[in-house]
Structures are given as C-alpha cells and as structure tokens.
C-alpha cells in the first residue's frame, strides 16, 4: 500500500519533472527559430524553484488562492485515468474518455475562479476567450476522438492503446483525417499561437494570471507542465499507440516540439477569428473522418 | 291565379315589404311603420290560413252552415294586441330617444358598435 | 345604391322563397281535428255562442291571459320609460268649440257602446279586447277636446289592478274547483243569452275594464310627454 | 390511503395558511410549514410501498395509483423542493395566497404523478398550471399571464388527445390503446407529447420559461424549475414507455426526431443562455438546455439512456433547485438578480457561493457531482446507438454550460465588490438551510450514482425495459466504465496532494481588491473592474445571425395576426340595424337556398 | 299540489298588485318582486324535484291537449325552469340593497313579468303560448333594457326591439306554416304529425325558427343587438339578459329543434353556427375597452359554445351543453353583478380604470377572480367539469374540427379574462375604496359558495342534467307524456 502510494508520487514527480523540462525546451526552441538564444532547457525547473521559496505575496482572497490548488488538482486527477506509456495507472480501467474530458476541464475552471476573484478585468477577458475558445476546439477534439472509438467499439483509452500496440497498427494511419483534425484541435487546447488568446501576452498581460505571482504561479507552473503531458498523452494514447515508457516521452516530446514549432511561426486570431476557423476547417474535417469510419464499418 | 295564392303572395309580400322598409329607412318612426306592416303580412298569413271557402263567422247561431276555422282567429286577435304593445314600446324609446337627439335619424345612434 | 338594390334584390329572393313554401298550405280547405272539435262541440263544452270567443277565453285562455298581461306590460313600460319626461314644448292651443261641445255627447256614448261591445262578447262579434279600446277611444277623444283635463294616474292603476287580479283569481278558482286553471266553474246556462257561458262574459267584463284603463294609460302617458 | 391524506393535509393547510394569515403573518408561516413537514414526512415513509386511493366524484371516478415507480421518486422531489421553497419563502414579502397556491401546487404535483386515469391526469396537470400561476403571479403579472397561455396551450393539447383517446378507448384509462392504428398512436403520441412538452419547456414550446423564471418570486422559481418542470418529463415517462409502449420502442424514427428534438434544445437553449444578462434568465435557459438533454435520453429509449435521462433529471432537480435558491439568497439581500449590478459577494455570502459553485460544477457535469454520471451515460449510448452527431450536439451543449455557468459565478461572487455591498451579510438561515442541504445529494449521488440508479432499474424492469450494469459505485457499459467513487478518492488525494504543495510555498499576505496589476496605474471605484458587461461580446459577435433567428418572432406575429384579427372581425358589428336585418336575411336567404334549393325548380 | 300554472299566477298577482298599490304607497316594488319571485323559485323547485320521478303536466281549461293550452315540466324544463328562477331569484336578492332603474315600482313589475315570460317559453306545451310567452318575455326586456333612459340604452333597446321583433314575426310566420299543415299548435301534436309534413315547409319552418331563436340566444349573425343591449342596459339586466333571457331562447330553441322539428340537418347547423359565434364572439372580445362590452361579447361566445355542443346531440354532449350553459350563467351573473357594484360605487365604465381594484378591495377581487376562473374552465370550480366534459364529448364523436375551434376560442378567451385580472390585481395607490353591502354580495357569494361545491364535488349535480339530457333525446316519450297518456 505504502509502496503503491510511493509508486504513485514518484510518477507524478516524473511527469512534473518532464513537463517542466518540455516546457523549457519548447522556450528554447524557439528562441531559437526567432534566431535568439533563449534560456536554458531547465530554465522552468528553477522558475519554479523560485517562484515557491518567495514570501509575502499578494492574495485576493480565499478563491484567489484555492484557483491554482484547484487548477494543479484538476490535471493530476487526470493524469491518474490516462496510461502513460506502459505504466497503466490503475483507475484508466475506472474511466473512460469522456471521464477524462470532464475531469480536464477542472484544472482551467479552477484557474478560472482563482483569476475571477483577482478582480482584474484582464483575467476574466482571458477566461472568457478561453471559455469561447473551447466551444470551438473541444467539438473538433471530440469528434476526431470519436472515428477510433467507434472503429474499436470501446471508449477506454486503456483499451484503445492495447489494440494498437503494435506499430502498424496505430490509428493515426487508418484515421489520418481524424487525427489531423484532433491535432488542431490539441493546438488549441494547449494555446499555442495562433490559438494564444487566452494568454496573450501582449494584450491582456498574460489573462489569467495576471494577478498571480510567487507560490500560486508556481502552482500554475505545475499545472501547465503536467497539462502538457496529459493532452499530448492523451492524443499519443489515442492515435500514436502508447507505447513503453520511453517512447511514450518520445512519442509525445515529438508531438509537443511540433505543435511548439508551429506555435513560434504562427501570429494570433483574434479570438472571433479563431473561434470561426475551427467551425469552419476542422469542423468539417473530423466531420469528413466520421463519415469515413460510418461507411467502412 | 286562385285566392290562395293571391292571399299568402300579399301575405309574404306584406312582410318583406316591412323588413325591407324597416332595413333600408332611416326615420325610425319609418322604421316601426315597416315593423306594423310586416306584422300585418304576418297576421294576413294567419288568417288566410284558417280560411275555409265560403265559411262565415264562427258564431253559432241559427244561421250557420259552414264556418271559418276559429283558431286562427284566435291567434290573430292576441297577436295584433301584441303588435300594438311593441308599437307602443318601440314608441316611447323613440320619444326618448328623440328627447336625447333631437333627431329620429337613426343613424345618429350608432354610437355603440364594434 | 347598388347597396340598396342588393338588399332589394335579397328580401325579394327570401319573399319568393317563402312563397314557393307557404303555397302548400292547402287554402279555403276544411280543418283538422282541433278545429273541428271546436266547431262541433264548442258551444255545447262552453256555452258560448262565439266559438272564436270561447277560443279566446276558455280553450286559449291562458293565451289570453297572456295578452293582458302584455298589454299590462306596454302599458308598465310605457310609464316607466316615458316616466320624468319634459319636453320644452310649445303652448298649447285648446281645442275648438265644436270638438269640446261634441265630445261632451258623444263620449258617455262611446263608454256606453264599448260596455255592449265586451259584455257581448260571447254572443256576438266583439269582446273585451274591442271593448276596452273603444272606451279608451272615448278617452282620446276627451284628450282631445280637453287638452288641460286629466285622468287621475290613480283611478287608472286601481282599475288595472283590480281587474288583473280578479281575472288572476277566477282563474284560480278554476284551479281550486276544477283543478284547472280559467276552467269554466259558473254553470253554462243556454247558448245564446245574455248571462251564459259561465265564466266567459265575467272574464270578458275584466278585460274590458282592464283594457281600457291601459290603454287610456298608455294614451295618457304620450299625452302627458307633450306638456 | 396514505397519499389521499398527503393531499388532505396540502389541502386543507393551504385553506389554513390563508385563513391563518388573515390573523398573523407568523400563524400562517406556522401552518404552513407544519403542513409541508407533515407532507414530506408522509411521502418519504411511502418509499418502496405500493399506495394509492380512488375516489368517486360523481361524474368520474378519479385513480391515484403509484403504478410506476418514478411516482414516488419525483413525488419525493416534488415534496423535498416544495418544503424547501416554503422554507425560504418565509423570509421573502408575499400575499396570503402565495402559501395557498404552493400547497395546492404541490398537492396537484403529487396528484399528476400518481394519477391512474386520463381525468385524474388533466385534473391535476391543470392544477398544477393554475396554482403556478398563481405563485408567478405573485412576482409578476405579465409574466404569470404569459405562463399561463402556453401552459394552457399545453394542456390543450392533451385534453384533445384525452378526448381522441376516449372516443377510440371508450376508456378513460391511459393504457388501453393497444388496438389502435399506427397513425392514430402517432396522432395522439405527438399530441400528448406536445402538451408535456409546454411542461418540460421542450423547444419550441419554452418561450414562457424566460419571463416565468425570471419574474416568479425567488424561491418559487426554484420550485418551478426543480418539481414543476418535472411534471412534463413525468409524462414523457407515462406515454413513452407506458401507455404507448409497445408503439414507441418500435418507433425508431419518432425517436431519433424527438431526441434530436432534445438536443437542439440542449445547444440553442445553451447558447441563449451565454447571451443573458439577468442570472434568473441564464438559469432559465440552462433548465431548458438540461432538460433538452433528459429528452435526448430518454427518447432514444435504450435501457442505458433511459438510465442517462432520469438520472440527469435527478440531478438537475437537485443542482438547478440549489442555483436558484442561491440566487434567491443572493436576490434577498441585494435585491437584484441582474448579473452586472452585482459582484465579490464571495467574502459576504460563502455560504450562497459555494451552494452556487457545486451548482455550476454539477451543472456543467464535472464529476464527481451528480451532473456527471447522467451526461456520462448519455454519450456512452448515443455512441452505442451510432447517434453520432447527436452526441456532437450534447457535446457543444455541455460546453456552452461551462461558458455560461462561469459567466454566472465570476459575475455575481468574483471581482469586485460594489462598495454598496460592503455592509452585506450572509442570507439568513432560511436560504441556507436548502443550500445545505442540497449539497449533500449533489455530492453524494455525484460518488454513489447506483443510489439513484438502482430506483431506475425497478422502472426499467417493471416496463421491461432491459436493464444496465452498475453497482453502488460505478457503471459499465459496452464502450466504457465510469468509477464514481474512484473519482471521487483520486480528487481528494489529488487535492490533498496540491495542497501540501500550495502550503509548501511561502506566506501570503491579504491586499485590497483594487490593489492589482494595472501598468502602474492607482485603481478605485471609477474603474470598471468587473467585467460583466457583455461578457461573451465576441461570441455574440461570431452568431449574430443566427441569434435574430427566434421562435420568438414567430409567435409575435402570430399574437399580433390574432389581435388584428379580433379587430377586424368585431367590425362585423357595424351599430348599424340595416345592417343586422340584412344579415338575417341574407344568412336566412342562405339557409334556404342550400337546403331546399329544389323548392325553387 | 303544486301546479306550474302557480308560477304564473303568482308572478301576475305580484306584477298586478304592484300596480294596485303602487300609486298609494310608493316603493314596495322590491319587496314584493323579491317576494314573489321567491315564492315563483319555491314553486320551481318542488316542481323540479318532482318532475324527477314523474313529469308534471298541467291542462288549463278543463280540457285536455291538444284542445287547450298545456304547461310540461319534465327534467329539461325542470333544470332550464331551476336556472331561471335563481338566477331571477338572485338578481330579485341584489337588487333588495342596490338601488333599482327608476321608476322603481314599475321597473320591478317588469322584472317579475319577464321572469314569468321566460319560465312560461319554459313550461309551456303549446306553440302559439310559446310566442305570446316569448313576446311577454321580449318586451319587458326591451323595457328593462332602455329603461335607464341613457343614450346607450335606449340605442340597444331600440336595436334589440327591432331585431327581436323581426325574429318573433319570423316565428310568427313558422307557427302559421305548422298550423296550415298540422291543424294543432300542441308541441307533441305537431312532433307527432312530422312525418306527415309537407318535407319543404317542415323545413322552412325549422329554418324560420331557427333564425328566430338564434336572434334570443345571441347566434352570429343575428346577435347584433346583443352587444348592444348589454352594455347599454343596467348591470342587474345585463346578468338578467346572460342568465335568464337567452336561456330562455336558448331552452325554445333546443325544445323546438330537438322536439318540434326533429330535423337531421339541425346538427351540422347549430354546431355551424355555434361554433361560428363562439369564435368571431371571442375575437371581438379581444379588443373591447370595456368591460361590460366585453363581458357581453364573452357571453355571446358562450351561448354560441353552448349552442354547438347541443348540436352534437348525443347524450354526453346535451348534459356537457346544460352543465356549460349553467356554469355560464352562474359566472357571467355574477360578473355583471360585480361591475354592477362598481358602478354604482364609483362610476367607472373602462376597463383601464379598474386598475387595482382588486388589490384594494379583497372580497370584489376574490369573487370577481372566482367567476373568472370558473368560466375558463379551471379545476376545483366548477366550470372545469363542465369544459371537461364539452371536450370529450365533442371528441367522442370525432369531430376534431370542432375540438380544436373550442380550444382556440377558449385561449382566446383565457387571453382576455386573465388581463382583466391582471388589472384588478395591479398596483395602484389610488384605486378607491369599495362599499360593499352585504346583502348586495350575498347573492355572488351564494354563486360562488355553489361554483366551489360543485367544484369539488360535481357529482351533487349532474345526475340532474344527466336525466335533463335523457329527457330531451328521448322526443318521443315527450310526446307520450303529453298526448299519449
């Protein structure tokens, strides 16, 4: 029991580990395609480091400083109805994909009410694009989802992985239409440029988190680390078959290097914009997936 | 043409006449003329009704061979006496109507309508 | 216009369409049952000698009955309505010489016919409906010739309402003695005389005063609008 | 005789009551509440019995019979909001006739869900539409007018089909049509259905539900939206797979029209929802959009999505009864429901906030609340069923709740507080008793679904439904498998985890609300902090058009055709008296010609 | 004994005396009407109870039909007499705190005479003394309706007397058809010889009749004068007019057409016509600014609802027709009697100006939401059992049509009535203050009190109308009844 707990912190320290690290690497890379030298590929481990031995920092209120709790919550129980490569934690057999679709959305409605709280109309301006955002790539993600689901008649990711093990066998092949879809729509979903309105820096001073600093951006840290390995895993999972541990991190370091390469050549929708494009391409593609899997089965 | 025919033909035209005049004038004392009018048309049916060729009289005296039905007879006395009290009803409203108008122009009261 | 003849044109086809309708009505043909038994046994079942007024009185009665009562009404009605009316009116000229001097001799006369007229209502043509209006006509007369004079409001309601009610009660003692209203309680005595019929002279008697006085009522109430 | 009683008691305390506060307020309260107590009480000891009671008036005989087990759970709904609602209502300014209307109206409810014979069903449906008038009525007049039509029109619908049924039937008995035709089923199918659907605020029946909501006194909107609308999700149950069983389980089109009928409402309802500014009209929509998802459900008739509807439909009597009732808190001591006017009541009111936050969690279906599992097992069998895009449709439903569900807590608890609120306590004990208590079954039905759904399966088996596999804890289908209470365990840890986390940080200290991030700028009141205003601008921006296309309109023009209508035909009646001969006449001349035409020739 | 002839002259005793000592003691007119219409309900109701078990025929004359004039109380007339006289009787109760039209004495000499017309047109059993019953009956209510002496009453007593007597002489003229091919004016003579009829003039007599009644019981399109009479006419004869003289119309019509002139072609042309008033009647109440017109034209809807239900003819449908026709008349009675009492109050005529009224005075606002509700049809009243029963009636015989024009008028209506409430009920500092004298509410109360009790409780009643319906399907046991025996 004491060693299962273990087993489970370790991991949860791995993937925060790893995710910083990504999150480093993506900074890296690029500086590097805007021909700058960037920081160093652990740059986010010591951000955090330091973000957490700060004192004295300002809180709003009780909802203010549970919103990062809850956010960094949000991704961990998620992280727990994933599999990670071969480790197959044991609730992913107690939950499917649209537990782990509901169980996603926690982490940004916890940062949601941390930064309402703020009471810095940049926060809510943030939330409220990401909110609008989600009407548009969440339908996206959920119909490409739904082409190897129905191919397979299951909707446990534990079970969708086990029938691809093998590489051939990957679904990204039979549904690359699907799969395309949902790879715009994980840009989306992880607000990489152009789909950064939720953050946007430039405009609204970072949305959400405006507000935050010391130990709850720390916490928004965490969560934006393992965010990063729960939805490039869950996309590995789905169409990029698993895998052992370590193609699990390769599979998904490739996924996450692309989507950040894109991300460094891409400017910003506006947010109507956006919103608009995924009803309008992607829509249509996972739609045109759907109808591919309907007539083949 | 027989006497039947002669007699409810003035009967019915005696009563369209009536309504006819009661429709179309605009004087109401016009209008309650066409009404006694029309109750004679009606009254003349009635008693055309009970007639009985070469009957007389319904009284009993010596003389008798052959008498009218006494019923319509009957009927027509009651319905005359009422016609007489409508025409004095619609009467009186017309004085008071006069009273407040000024006027017998029935078009004058169409105040209420709708 | 084009109106008008349309509503010409309209009563004129419902005029045709009664006729072609009331031609079947047999004309001038003998009568069905009803009549018939009035006819033949009408004057031995009531005494009287005028089978119309035994219609009237008896067989049909309660119609009758109903006919006072609407005369009453008109009478009523025409009191209530007309009733505080005042006409700024012109004066008044009186009559001439020789309406008033006339009116003076003719008017007991006419009082006097119309009590023949109701009294023999069950032995000759006539009755109390005739009866009473011709008295009411000497009324008129008198309204005429004496523009100032007046009926007393209360002599008429008295007479009005005492011959409704007596008229109400004979009834009545048809009902309690027979065991059906206005039925015939006086005996019948022989077709054809003055004191027969039972019941039917005194009804008509009633009628005749009841008429009269409504009818002077109602011809004094448009009289009186006129002041 | 029991339930006969539990309508005597309603009865007669709501005579009472009146009576009762003719003399004093507090004696009418006292009688009241005693009443409402006695009658949940009364129900909640009839759970698993069969009960019921005929009674002879005369004309007809009326049968209360609990022949269908989600009688007594939605009657237990009906009793648990209806003392809830008088509870809070206590503290809320009503007329003596309030206290009357809402005890009828929750006997009327108990009788409809009981009610054996169609006479019993019209009877109590329209009691139930007479004396929730009266409660709107109570707020708003308009509105209460405007509910009343539509309801009306509802109950219209089904006293035709009630007639229909008993020429066919001879019957008055729901439940004799077998010997129908197809088309006759379908006829009086849909007719029903119709009038249920005015109920349950199906699209495009729920144009009532916005005024209606928004104008009912606070606390009995809570009751309107909780126990009331489910009177027409009851009779979706009674002629789906009871009266017109064997007809509806075989109708596969007439199913997949009315699920995508509930669907439809879903989004639509979802996306109005987002554009609203007063707090009563979102939640307004958001019923209707929760229920269009019960309708989805259940239309599609497979023993798992029925399981998905009614166990939605329970959860959505406990989480809409609990946001509104935090709104009805929040309304009695701002005395605004309009979103933009309010703000940071959080730090004045924790209590309402977290009533409303578990609300939208469960609203929104993020689990372990009781609005997950039902949406849950909602997609599961519509994937199993191959409805595909009827799932996309939930799908951006569900989404479009997360929008406005934010919208609602980040507008009215968070932000700033309006200096006007400074002096603002918490809602007296009255609106927080229900919060409380209704955070219990939203959590724990949220961990232990089976509770609800082992009172499903006895529906299911009863009408023969079929039957799905669940325990206590979780539920498997053919596609998945969903651990409620592993959910739950892994979000505690999960949570305990961050926490340690959090505290392992350094201290924090307390700064002013306006103390913040400004580029340097000193902030106050003159700023406009909160962000209310046209909270999805950008959105509303993108559906212009497809906002303008309203049903709305529609019935507009059709109110208005009937008023012109009556304008125009009363001038038949011209004053004039020609003209009135004339049309005797002419009608006369008519009435000849056709029918004694020969009488010319 | 009681005797149907007793109504009448007792009521003729009361009108008679009245006139006796009118001239000597002024103003005890309403004593004796309240009186003798009391003593005229008494006699109804024994005769009522009575004809239950054993119809009662009363011969005048001494002579039996169809030599002399016959007066019938069977169920139906007993139910329609029953209806007339309380209503009579209630409005005789009003009128007792509530100042009289003037001339008072004369004025109730007509009310009591009009009561005696219309519960005469109810017992009689002879064609001819159903006309001079219905003419009694007309012209009182010419009278009471202009007797106000207002522009507007005289302008509807002057429409309503022109119409009316058109239609009186139509009937006129159908008796005199009937007379020329039958030789009797007995109800059940002429019933019984109908299959002997000339075909055509049995038809143009039924037409002839039909129209003429359909003037008395408001059909569209021979109720122009309804609206009319109801609003210019004093409140206590406007509730006179709903409860009492197109019942009366309404009950001629119904005898003649279902036992008189036992046409086929009568179904299709009442529920035509029924329904044709009941809608435009609705419509036009839509838009009225006053609430006297209003209620006038919801009446005349009423009648028309009544009338098409009665056109389906089968028994359910009769007995939903009389349950209809008696909650309308208890509700719209009461109506007009409210707004009697707000009148007389305050003077108002607008439907705008009863802006909280109802708020300010509870008792007017609770009896005036009470008949409301009543006549649209809500559960706990009355009214709601009898709509019930018009609908499922109407669906039992498949005439889906009709349902769905009954629903729609009926939105219609409940559109109009719930606005009114909704004024009575608005906030309005300035609404006044009503006096109410009790004995002036009592007769409401009493209606109010029977809308709940039937309410909740219908079947205390319909076993009445339940034999009333059986007695007016069953045409020949009429005929039994009167010539057989």
Redesign the interface.
Known sequence: MVLKIIEYLGIVFGVIILGLLYGGIARKVIARIHRRYGPPFYQNILDVLKLFAKSNEASHGVMFNLGPVIAFTGVLVSLFFIPLGSFRPLFSFEGDIFVVFYLLVVAPLGMALGAGEGANPNATIGIARGLTLMLGYELVFFLSVLAPMIHHRTASIATLVTVQSAFPHWNVFPFFISAFAGLIALHGMMGEKPFDQVIAPHEIASGPMVEYSGKFLGLLQLYHAVGIIVETGLVVDIFFGGGNWLTFILKTFFLFITLVIINAVMPRFRIGQAVKFYWKYPLVISLIGLLIVAIWR | MNGGAMFYGAAIAL?IGG?MI?ATKRN?IK?IIG?NI??TG?NL??IT??YISGGTAPIMNKTWTKVVDP??QA?VL??IV?GV??TA??LS??V??YE??NSLD?RK?K???? | MIKKVLIILLFVLLGL??Y???K???FGED?????R??IDYGMK?TGSQNIVTAVVV??????T???V??L???A??L???L??LRFKSKEKEPSSLIVSTAARYIFPLIILFGTYVFVHGHLTPGGGFPGGVIIASAFLLLFLAYTQKEVS??TL??T???A??LY?IT??L??VM?N?????FLPKGIPGKLLSAGIIPLIYILIGFKVGAEMTGVLRNLKEEEK | MTLFYILLILFVGGILTYLGAKISKHLGHAIAFTSSTLSLYFHSILYGKLYGFTI????FKLHAVAFSPLSWLIGEIVVVIGFLSILASFKEKHSDFYYLSVQ?LLAGMLLFVNAYDS?TL???L??VT?FSFFGI?DGR??S??KY??WN??GA?FI??A???L??FTGSYFMNEVHYLGKAQKLVLFLLLFAGFAVKSALMPFHVWVKDAYRDSPHSFTALLSGAVSKIGIFGYFLIMFYTFAKFFIGAKYLQLTLAWLGGITALFAGIYATTKDDSKELLAYSSISQLGYVVAGIALATPLSISAGAFQFVGHAIFETLLFFTIASVAYRTGTTRMTELGGLIKKMPVSFIGLLFGIIALSGIPPTVGFPGKWMLYESFIIEGRILLAAVIFTASITAFLYSFRLVYSIFLGPLPSKYEDLKEAPFNFTFPIIVLLIPLLLFGVQPGIVLYYIDRFLSIFGIGKIEHSYSYIVTSLGKFNALYVGIVFAAAFVFAFIVYLLGGRTRKVHQFDNFTAGEVVDESYKLHYVDDFYLFLEREIKGFLKLRIESLYDWLSKF??G???A??R????S?G???V??G???LL??LI??G??WF | MV?P?LI??IS??G???I??????VKRTGKIIAFLTIGFDLYIGASLALKSLRTPVI??????KP????NLVVEPFSAVFLLIVLTIGFLISLYYLAHPGE??ED??F??LI?NL?GAS?IIMTG?L??LF??F??TA??S??LV??R?Q??S??????Y???S???S??F??A???L???????NIADIAAKLPFI?K??A??AF??I??AFF?ESEI???N??A??AY??AGEGISALLAGVISKAGLYALIRLTFTLLDLP?RSK?LIVFGIMTFL?AE??????KRVK?MLA?SSIGQMGLVVAIFGIGTIPALKAAIFQGVNHAVSKVALFLLVGMVIKNLGIYKLDDYKGLGRKNPLLGLLFSLAI?NLLG???FAG??SK??I??S?????L?LL??LI?TG???E??YY??FM?IL??RNEEASHLEIHLLEAMPIIAMAAFIIIIG?????I??LFEKASEAIFMKFSYINLVIGG
Do not use: C
Request: without cysteine; aromatic residues 14%.
């Open positions: 009563i309504i009661a109401l209008i009404l029309m109750e009606v049916l009635l009704t009970g019923i319509p009927l009651t319905a009422i009290a409508v009803m619609a409203i017309v008071r109507i407040k108008n029935i009261i105040e209420m309508r709708w | 369409s009664l072609s309708v009331v079947y009505n047999t009568k069905t049952v009803v009549a038994h009035y079942e008896l067989y049909r009665g309660f119609d009955l109903g006919e009562t609407v009453f009404l008109a009523t009605a009191g209530a309505l009733h505080g409001e209360k309601s008295l009005e309402g005492t409704g009610i109400v009834g009545l048809g009902l027979l059906s209203f206005l039925a015939n | 002879d008036i005369g004309l009828f006479i019209f009877l109590s329209e009691l007479l009525w007049k308009e209460a007018v009343l039509i009306l029109l219209y006293v035709a009630i007639a229909i008993y020429r009937v008023d209508l009556g304008d035909v009363r038949v009646y011209s004053g008296h003209d009135y001969i049309y005797l002419f009608t006369l009435l000849i029918y004694g020969k009488l | 005797n002839i009448i002259a003729l005793f009108a008679f005396f006139a006796l000592i009118s001239p000597f009363a011969y005048t004359a001494g002579f169809p030599f002399s004039i003037e001339p004369k004025f000499t007509l005479l005696m005469g002879d001819f003394n001079v019953f003419e009694i012209i009182s010419y009278a202009s007797i002496k522009k507007a005289l302008e509807g007593g002057i429409k007397l022109i119409i007597s058109i239609g002489s139509l006129l003229v008796i005199a058809l007379y020329g091919q039958t030789g009797t004016l000339n055509s003039v038809l143009v037409l002839l039909l129209v003037v569209f399109p021979f122009g004068w609206p009319d609003q210019g072609l042309l435009i419509l036009s109440a839509l838009k009225q017109r034209y509700l809500f559960p706990l709601f059992w019930l029963s609908l499922l109407t669906g039992k015989q498949g889906y349902l769905s629903l009926a939105i219609v409940v559109y719930v606005r909704k009920y608005e909740v409780n219908p079947g205390l319909t076993p």
